[in-house]
């Protein structure tokens, strides 16, 4: 088994709290954690940076627990990989594709265009607040109607039309093998939601690190939860309020 580290959302990479809190945590674990971390930005603009965090040798028991950490990134980086190892199972292709925010806007709009909602004489929203508003339903796992009532009011008009190009654009991702980045959290929670799929996963971790919890989705802490529940105490939030 090995440690596993997750990143939380963050609009700007870690300041200097960040690795003395993830220090701390590692002291706290047994068996001890690596020499160090390799943690990866959150942001959807930047997926590929990363930097890696070393850890004063006291933080090892007796000088023990050098062994690389070999699973550590982002909620998106550690969903991606699961998937692949577990596509055929959950109906997948293993070579699936990932299309970032603006592939996503792009394929949504395509969707948007094909229904004729692009020429609607209201102004309908363009496709980026359609991504995010099929974002925000997906990670809150709230109704539609709820989630324009909060959060976009101005298209509550919108709701049927919505609904139906939300539709249109799953089956388009269906239809190409793609996945966004919210199928990579949503695959991911709908695999831990099966009883023998959670047990698998969990068995390859002795430990789950959520760095920045409080500023998750839902599907962010619900997922890596299903692997460790916190009642086994081998998942561990770290970042500070």
Partial sequence: MAPFFITGRRRA???LRSPAVWIYSYR???PPMPASALARRASPKAPAQCYSIPIPAPCFANGAGRAA???SGTFHAIGARLLREYAETLGLSPSFTICDRGDAADLMNVVRHDLGLSAQASRFPRKETCLSIYSRVVNTQ?????VLKQWFP???????????LFAGYVQAKQKQ????????LLYWAQA????ALAQDMGARFDHVLVDEYQDTWWTNTRTPM????????????????
């Fill in 226 to 241: 299903r692997c460790k529940p916190p009642s086994c105490s081998r998942s561990s939030p770290t970042g500070a309020a």
């Fill in 69 to 71: 950490l070999t699973w």
């Fill in 142 to 146: 709230a109704p539609l109607e709820d």
């Fill in 154 to 164: 101005r298209y509550a008009m919108w709701t049927d039309a919505l609904r139906g």
């Fill in 13 to 15: 990479m870690p300041g």
């Fill in 177 to 184: 093998q793609v996945l966004d980045y919210d199928d990579l």
């Fill in 192 to 195: 831990l939601a099966e009883p």
């Fill in 28 to 30: 706290q674990l047994s």
